[in-house]
């Protein structure tokens, strides 16, 4: 259910996070975000959490700094994010110059597999990230540890079917070196790991919608012509295993409860 393999910064940053890939899914995702739905769905799960300001959390894979900014400037929230690709910290960090939020957003290179503050969160607030990795127990077990008794996690990730896969779908798990689960497997990582009112909802439904909205915004963007045609074949490509059933999109919430 689980493996070892770690997903390293190199390979980040020299394959999926150039700076031009980052800089091209920022032009379909919306400024300062490179995942699904960008601002309109972050105001939206940062609500779920219901957090009065002040509250201090964790944004796990933060990227561009998008939902930080968010939450700090519309929530009244204290937040660290960290991220493992240094290509995309360094474009976070400059925006986090200009931006004026810098006295309470904090955003630094790490890997969530090597947190080391216990009780320090009041949430954990994660975006299309655990795609990436590949020790879920070591996960869920490092976030328990993070959080706060009473503490939050609430995050989105890609998902699988629970059917066998085809050879495409394979093929792109495997070039990205993605290591997904089904909804309900992930539900099982995460109780097992102490959480507890763990709650999955498949919202590929949701995904869907937002594929094809991309796909309208990629055709009408003023990217050079050779680069919105890849975008658009990479994106009808994604809508087809999501239309299939393959390619899933999952969204959880748990609490570390107990004292
Ligand atoms: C699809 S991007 C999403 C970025 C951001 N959450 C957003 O919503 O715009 C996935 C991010 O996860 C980061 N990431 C991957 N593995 C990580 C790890 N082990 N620790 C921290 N960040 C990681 C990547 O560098 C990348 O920035």
């Known amino acids: 259910m689980t493996d070892s393999r770690q997903v390293t910064q190199d390979f980040l940053d ?4 150039l700076e031009t890939s980052i800089l091209q899914y920022e032009s379909v995702y919306g400024q300062d975000f490179v995942s699904p739905g960008g601002r309109e769905m972050a105001l939206e799960m940062i609500a779920r959490m219901a957090l009065g300001p002040g509250a201090h959390v ?5 990227g561009l700094g998008g939902s930080a900014f968010v939450m700090a400037r519309e929530f009244g929230l204290k937040v660290d994010g960290i991220d493992l690709s240094r290509n ?3 474009l976070a960090n400059r925006k986090l110059q200009t931006n004026g939020l810098a006295a309470s957003v904090d955003l630094r290179w790490g890997d969530c597999l090597e947190l080391d503050c216990s009780d320090c969160y009041d949430a954990i607030y994660s975006r299309d990230v655990f795609l990436h990795i590949h020790d879920k127990v070591r996960l869920f077990t490092t976030l328990w540890d993070s959080l706060r008794p009473g503490g939050i996690l609430l995050f989105t990730d890609y998902c699988c079917g629970s059917e066998s896969w085809d050879k495409d779908f394979k093929a792109y798990v495997e070039d990205r070196s993605y290591c997904l689960h089904s909804v309900v497997e ?3 990582l995460i109780s097992a ?4 009112r763990v709650i999955g909802e498949d ?3 949701r995904f869907i919608e937002i594929l094809e909205a991309d796909l309208v ?3 009408e963007s003023a990217l050079e012509q050779a680069t919105r045609v890849k975008l658009e074949q990479s994106w009808l490509q994604k809508l087809d295993r999501c239309k ?9 919430t748990a609490v570390k409860t107990g004292a």
């Open 14 to 17: 020299s394959a999926q996070y």
């Open 58 to 62: 964790l944004d796990v894979g933060c």
């Open 88 to 90: 995309m910290l360094a």
């Open 186 to 188: 992930y539900v099982d």
């Open 193 to 196: 790991a102490g959480f507890e």
């Open 203 to 205: 919202i590929s439904a």
């Open 217 to 219: 915004r990629i055709g």
């Open 244 to 252: 299939a059933g393959h390619h899933r999109w999952g969204l959880f």
